[in-house]
C-alpha cells in the first residue's frame, strides 16, 4: 500500500517494522478495493486533504464549483454504472448543498453515496456552536435509504461496506455517510487496518422472480387482446438490453418507453408506441410495467389518460407489474400480477415460461396503433420541416434529432419545461442510458452535473438541451467542464424566460415579470469567460453548424440558441399540474 506512512517500530525486533495508516487512507482504500475509480465534490473543512490525497492515490476527483452539482453528478454516475456514485463535501452547508441531490437520487433509484465531513460530534451533540454545526446525520436520514456514521477509523472498512450494499441492493438508492473530522486523522496499524477492509462480495445479488408469480404474468399477457409494455428507467438501468429487447420482440407486443428508457431499443423501432401514446393508454386491456412506476408521470394508472370518466377512475386495464421491490405493486391501482425480482431475472424468467409460441397480438390492436402513428409522425415532419424566424422549438429540435441521430453513442442531458417536453418528443434515442434528464421529480438543476458525470465517466460527446430557466441553475459549472477539457456541447434553448419571454408585470411597474429574464443574454460568452467556444446561434444553419464543429472538436461548447419568446407553453406539457394555468 504506497498510500500508508512508515513508522519504525521503537521495541520489537530489527527485522520487523510497524506501519501506520489513517482514517484519510482507510477511506480511500475501502473505496478503490470496490472499484470506486471517481469521486466528484467540493473541498474544504474537514475533507480537504482527503480530496488531496485521493488524487494522489490514483483515484479520479472532479472538483465542482457547487455541492449540488457534484452531488447530480454522482448519482447519475451511479445510473450508468450501476456502482454507487461518490459525492464528497464539507460540513453543515456544504452538506446540505449536497443533500438536494441525495434525496433526488433516493427519489430516482439512482445508487449514490453523500460523504460528507462533520464537525466535532461532542460540541455538535451539546449545541455549543462549533464550526459548521449540523446533526447531519440525523437531518439525512429521511431523505436517504440508509444513513451511517463512522467513528472510528477501525470502523471505516465496515462503514464503506454497508454504504455500498445499502446503495445498489434491492432497489438502489442514495445514502450517507457520515465521516466526522476527528476520524480522518487517527492512526491504525496498517496490517489491522488492510484487514478491516471488506470487499464487498455480491453487492446486488440478482433477486430470481417466484415461478408462480412468473406464470401468473404470463398467462395474464396471453390472455390479453390489447396488450403494452412500458419501459421505465429501472429497465434501463437493468442493463439487462438484450433480455428486454427479446421480450419485446418475441412477444410482438407494442411499448412505450418512459423519458429514460427512450433508446433501449431504438426509438424508430416499429414496435415503439411513442407517436400513440394517447391511443395506447387508454386503450389497452393489459399493461406489462417493466421497471416503471404508476407515479404522477403515468397518471397513477388512472383517470382520463387511462380511460376512466374521473380523475379518480381506474380504466379497464389489467396489470403486470415487473419490479424490484414488493412494496411497488397496487401503490396506485390494482397490479394483477406482480412479479418481483431484479429486472434482469425477471425476464429472463418471463421469457423461458413463455417459450417460442407466444402469439403476437390480435392485428386489430397492432394496425389501430400503427395507423395513429403514421398519422401523428406525418404530422410532426410537417412542423419540424418548417423554418421559422425567429426558431421555435421544433425548428431547433429538428436539428438536434439530426445530430443527435448522426452520433447515436453521444450523451443527451436534457432539463427545462418546454425544452425537455419537446425535446423527449423530437428526438429519437438510438442506445441505451443515453438520455439523461429531470427524472422523477423533474427537477430543475440537473443539467451542468449529468453533462460532466457523462462525459468522465461515459467517456463519450455529451449534447446538454438547457433551458434557459434550467440552465441557470447549475451555470457556473460550464468552468468545471474547461477546467477538465470535456466533450460538451450545451445548448440553451433561449426564449428569454421560464415558460416563454414575453410576460409583462401586471401591475405595470418598473419590475419584470417573474418569469422573464434578462432578454436577448449573451449565455455564450459565460463560455468563451473559462476559454470555451460560445456560438450565438439565431437560424437553424447556424445552430446545424455550430453543433457539428463542436462534436467535431469535441471542444467545450455552448450554443446561445435564439427561440421565439412567445413560442413556449406554461409548464410545458404538465399545465394541468398548475392550478392557475388550468383556470385561465
Ligand atoms: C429545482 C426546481 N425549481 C423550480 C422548478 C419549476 N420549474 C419547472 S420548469 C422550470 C424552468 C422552465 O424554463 P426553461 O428552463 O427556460 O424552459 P422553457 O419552458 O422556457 O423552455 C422551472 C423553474 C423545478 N422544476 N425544479
Ligand atoms: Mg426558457
Not at 440537473?446 to 451555470?475: L, N, T
Request: glycine share 10%; proline share 6%; with cysteine.
Amino acid at each position: 500500500m504506497g498510500a500508508t506512512v512508515s513508522e519504525p517500530k521503537v521495541t520489537a525486533d530489527v527485522s520487523q517494522t510497524q506501519e501506520v495508516t489513517d482514517g484519510f487512507h482507510l477511506v480511500i482504500d475501502a473505496l478503490k478495493l470496490n472499484g470506486i475509480d471517481t469521486i466528484f465534490g467540493l473541498p474544504g473543512i474537514p475533507i480537504t486533504d482527503l480530496t488531496r490525497k485521493a488524487q494522489a492515490a490514483g483515484l479520479r476527483v472532479i472538483a465542482f464549483r457547487h455541492e449540488q452539482n457534484a452531488g447530480y453528478a454522482a448519482s447519475i454516475a451511479g445510473f450508468m454504472t450501476q456502482k454507487p456514485g461518490i459525492c464528497l463535501t464539507v460540513s453543515a452547508p456544504g452538506f446540505l448543498n449536497g443533500l438536494t441531490a441525495l434525496a433526488n437520487a433516493t427519489t430516482n433509484c439512482f445508487p449514490m453515496i453523500l460523504i460528507s465531513g462533520s464537525s466535532e460530534r461532542e460540541v455538535v451533540d451539546l449545541q455549543q456552536g462549533d464550526y459548521e454545526e449540523m446533526d447531519q446525520l440525523a437531518i439525512a436520514r429521511p431523505l436517504a435509504k440508509a444513513a451511517f456514521r463512522v467513528l472510528h477509523a477501525e470502523d471505516i472498512g465496515v462503514g464503506i461496506a454497508r454504504a455500498i450494499r445499502a446503495a445498489v441492493s434491492g432497489r438502489p438508492g442514495g445514502v450517507y455517510l457520515d465521516l466526522p473530522a476527528k476520524l480522518f486523522p487517527q492512526s491504525v496499524d496498517a496490517e489491522a487496518g488492510r484487514r478491516s477492509l471488506i470487499k464487498v462480495v455480491d453487492p446486488a445479488p440478482r433477486q430470481i422472480p417466484a415461478p408462480e408469480a412468473v406464470k401468473r404474468a404470463v398467462d395474464l399477457l396471453r390472455s390479453a387482446k390489447k396488450p403494452l409494455i412500458i419501459l421505465g428507467k429501472g429497465a434501463a438501468y437493468a442493463q439487462a438490453d438484450s433480455e428486454i429487447r427479446e421480450l419485446i420482440e418475441r412477444t410482438g407486443i407494442p411499448y412505450l418507453p418512459m423519458s429514460m428508457a427512450k433508446g433501449l431499443l431504438p426509438d424508430t423501432h416499429e414496435q415503439s408506441a411513442s407517436a400513440a401514446r394517447s391511443f395506447v393508454l387508454p386503450g389497452a386491456d393489459v399493461v406489462m410495467m417493466i421497471g416503471a412506476r404508476l407515479n404522477w408521470l403515468l397518471s397513477h394508472g388512472k383517470g382520463k389518460t387511462w380511460g376512466g370518466k374521473t380523475p379518480k377512475d381506474w380504466g379497464g386495464q389489467k396489470f403486470v407489474q415487473v419490479d424490484i421491490s414488493p412494496q411497488e405493486a397496487d401503490s396506485n391501482v390494482r397490479i394483477d400480477a406482480p412479479v418481483v425480482g431484479d429486472i434482469g431475472s425477471c425476464v429472463s424468467a418471463l421469457l423461458a415460461a413463455m417459450g417460442n409460441d407466444f402469439s403476437k397480438p390480435p392485428a386489430e390492436w397492432l394496425n389501430a396503433i400503427a395507423e395513429r402513428k403514421t398519422k401523428n409522425v406525418a404530422k410532426m415532419a410537417e412542423t419540424l420541416a418548417k423554418t421559422p424566424s425567429p426558431m421555435n422549438f421544433h425548428s431547433a429540435l429538428n436539428v438536434v434529432r439530426d445530430i443527435v441521430k448522426a452520433n447515436p453513442d453521444a450523451y443527451l442531458v436534457n432539463e427545462g419545461a418546454n425544452a425537455l417536453d419537446f425535446t423527449r418528443s423530437i428526438v429519437d434515442m438510438y442506445k441505451p442510458r443515453k438520455r439523461l434528464d429531470v427524472g422523477t421529480w423533474g427537477v430543475m438543476g440537473i443539467g451542468m452535473g449529468f453533462a460532466v458525470a457523462a462525459a468522465v465517466v461515459g467517456r463519450q460527446q455529451v449534447i446538454a438541451i438547457e433551458g434557459d430557466s434550467a440552465f441557470g441553475f447549475s451555470g457556473m459549472e460550464v468552468e468545471t467542464i474547461c477546467r477538465y477539457k470535456l466533450p460538451v456541447c450545451v445548448v440553451i434553448l433561449n426564449n428569454n424566460g421560464v415558460y416563454r419571454g414575453d410576460e409583462k408585470n401586471p401591475a405595470g411597474g418598473a419590475d419584470p415579470a417573474p418569469l422573464v429574464f434578462v432578454k436577448d443574454a449573451r449565455y455564450e460568452k459565460l463560455m468563451e469567460a473559462f476559454g470555451g467556444v460560445g456560438v450565438h446561434a439565431s437560424t437553424a444553419d447556424e445552430l446545424r453548424k455550430a453543433m457539428e464543429e463542436a462534436i467535431r472538436s469535441r471542444k467545450p461548447t455552448l450554443i446561445n440558441a435564439i427561440i421565439d419568446e412567445g413560442a413556449g407553453t406554461e409548464s410545458g406539457r404538465i399545465t394541468n399540474l398548475n392550478p392557475s394555468a388550468k383556470k385561465k
